[in-house]
């Protein structure tokens, strides 16, 4: 599946970073930004496995004459960042 291929991925590339990490030495802030990335990563794949079924729903509401609203939330994730920044 997708999400199995892409937990490969990631371990694939935890593991490189370790072996590089080992190698030339980094600052432990390397962590933070792959596990962030990791986080944003799977969060979004989330979001496109639901994509499927919300366009049918929409679709099968359209043909009962019905108005539907996609509401698309976000966490503030991005404004967190800029303020943890200044």
């Known amino acids: 599946s ?3 291929a892409a937990v490969d991925w ?3 590339a935890k593991a490189q970073l370790e072996m590089a990490i ?3 030495g980094a600052p432990k802030l390397i962590w933070r930004a792959y596990w962030a990335a990791h986080q944003r990563f ?3 794949l989330c ?3 639901k994509i499927d079924e919300v366009v049918r729903q929409a679709k099968d509401y359209l043909n ?7 509401g698309l939330q976000a966490t503030g994730e991005s404004g967190m960042e800029v303020a943890l920044e200044e």
Do not use: L, R, T
């Not at 009962?64 to 996609?70: F, G």
């Open 2 to 4: 997708m999400y199995d």
């Open 10 to 12: 990631w371990n694939h």
């Open 22 to 24: 080992d190698k030339v």
């Open 42 to 44: 799977f969060k979004e």
């Open 47 to 49: 979001i496109c496995a």
């Open 64 to 70: 009962q004459d019905c108005s539907i609203v996609i």
